[in-house]
T-cell receptor, first 115, second 109 residues
Framework: EAGVTQFPSHSVIEKGQTVTLRCDPISGHDNLYWYRRVMGKEIKFLLHFVKESKQDESGMPNNRFLAERTGGTYSTLKVQPAELEDSGVYFC?????????????FGPGTRLTVT | GEDVEQSLFLSVREGDSSVINCTYTDSSSTYLYWYKQEPGAGLQLLTYIFSNMDMKQDQRLTVLLNKKDKHLSLRIADTQTGDSAIYFCAEMRGNQFYFGTGTSLTVIP
């Protein structure tokens, strides 16, 4: 079974540009999460989808971030316009509807560098 | 406070035991987790413990939970160079994971 995949693995953009990150969850997982780790700090929750609906987006930092999950399969996270403080590693995770231990399965992350 | 706390660095010699500590924040957290991140890779779930347990053992890994002190630890027996990685503890509050800053474990041959 394929794990969570993310694309691209690394993105370098200039301040003010737009970047779109993609996450493909494990097939059949209704829950999809986005997290972000800014250099040296903790991994912070951004938002949670259940199928195509946003269940919780309390962690989204501001309205420059837009997440979508059309059709309830893959998800995109768009940053527009990017700022320097957006640099970090963006992780996606997925879990089945009722995980036995609440566990989430993480992708390898997208490293975003804004210059 | 709201932060899950871990020390940033730990170095051990190959063959010794490693103990990574974590202090979490919410005594009502149902599950507590340990994730491992190897260089260039994603977060790999190592193990988790249900809050009504004190200890969980899985091969070389032992998780100890002290609910009174909100303290979680991960012990790795016979640490190998392949165990070098960043280890994150996490607690689940509601549907959200709250992670520590990660402990970078270096295993010296």
């Amino acid at each position: 079974e394929a794990g969570v995949t993310q694309f691209p693995s690394h993105s370098v953009i200039e301040k003010g540009q737009t970047v779109t990150l993609r996450c493909d969850p494990i097939s059949g997982h209704d829950n999809l999460y986005w997290y972000r780790r800014v250099m040296g700090k903790e991994i912070k929750f951004l938002l949670h989808f259940v199928k195509e609906s946003k269940q919780d987006e309390s962690g989204m930092p501001n309205n420059r971030f837009l997440a979508e999950r059309t059709g309830g399969t893959y998800s995109t996270l768009k940053v527009q316009p990017a700022e320097l403080e957006d640099s970090g590693v963006y992780f996606c995770a997925s879990s089945p509807t009722r995980p036995s231990g609440g566990e989430q399965y993480f992708g390898p992350g997208t490293r975003l560098t804004v210059t | 406070g709201e932060d899950v706390e871990q020390s940033l660095f730990l170095s051990v010699r190959e063959g010794d035991s490693s103990v990574i500590n974590c202090t979490y924040t919410d005594s009502s957290s149902t599950y507590l987790y340990w994730y491992k991140q190897e260089p260039g890779a994603g977060l790999q779930l190592l193990t988790y413990i249900f809050s009504n347990m004190d200890m969980k053992q899985d091969q070389r890994l032992t998780v100890l939970l002290n609910k009174k002190d909100k303290h979680l630890s991960l012990r790795i027996a016979d640490t190998q160079t392949g165990d070098s990685a960043i280890y994150f503890c996490a607690e689940m509050r509601g549907n959200q994971f709250y992670f520590g800053t990660g402990t970078s474990l270096t295993v010296i041959p």
